[in-house]
């Protein structure tokens, strides 16, 4: 188990499941910097945030954000895309060089159920989603955890099914790498508990160099 780190840069902050990240960690102690391309969409005020504007896109941006005394990254960012893009694997190009020239090696990163390895998983209905809707979208998170794979840094991948609202968070979540696991799941799990356990492995140094596939249980 490595220390808990202290101060955090939160990517893609005014997301939904970035807001979670960012209010989570604070509310477990950590200075948090939340790095927002509006920093008005961010209305949370507390004593250990700073929010700074900024674009993963934008090198100088994403290395003013960064400053010079950030401990470990979360990126939540999500980009929807019908044709091909690679805005989201050029944008943690970007990242992945900062934390490079910076030395800091932590980084734990939200993809999606369908990327890589974990392509076709999941029930008919998340099949078809991956197939026909969020096809090239899954294509630049793949090429994104690519990117992080052969980084150098101690990377962690959360790659949840179909994200909800619901507040709760669970601590039961199903966790797998390669072939899901025999039991009746979900294939759904909130953005309040995706945030929980982002937040977790970023305290904790859990499932390094690791992409890890989730759902709620049924």
């Not at 993963?56 to 939540?76: H, P, Q, Y």
């Not at 910076?102 to 159920?113: A, C, D, E, H, T």
């Not at 199903?174 to 979900?186: F, Q, S």
């Amino acid at each position: 188990m490595t220390d808990s780190p202290q101060h955090l840069l939160v990517l893609g902050a005014t997301g939904p499941t970035g807001r979670h990240l960012v209010e989570q960690a604070l509310a477990s102690g950590q200075r948090v910097t939340a790095c927002v391309r509006d920093p008005a969409k961010l209305d949370l005020e507390h004593a250990r945030l700073d929010i700074v504007q900024g674009d993963i896109l934008d090198a100088d941006s994403l290395a003013a954000a960064f400053g010079d005394k950030i401990d470990a990254v979360a990126c939540t960012v999500g980009m929807f895309h019908k044709q091909p893009d690679t805005s989201l694997s050029d944008g943690t190009r970007n990242i992945v060089d900062q934390m490079n020239k910076l030395g800091i090696s932590r980084i734990v990163v939200v993809s999606s159920l369908g990327a890589g390895d974990s392509r076709g998983q999941g029930n008919l209905l998340a099949r078809a989603i991956q197939r026909f809707i969020l096809r090239e979208v899954l294509n630049d998170k793949t090429r994104q955890e690519q990117l992080l794979s052969k980084s150098g840094l101690d990377w962690t991948v959360f790659r949840p099914p179909q994200l909800t609202d619901d507040p709760a968070v669970r601590n039961d979540v199903v966790l797998w790498t390669g072939k899901p696991p025999r039991g009746r799941m979900t294939w759904k799990v909130s953005r309040a508990t995706v945030a929980r356990y982002v937040l977790e492995a970023l305290q904790t140094g859990a499932h390094s160099r690791a992409a890890v596939n989730m759902s709620e249980p049924a």
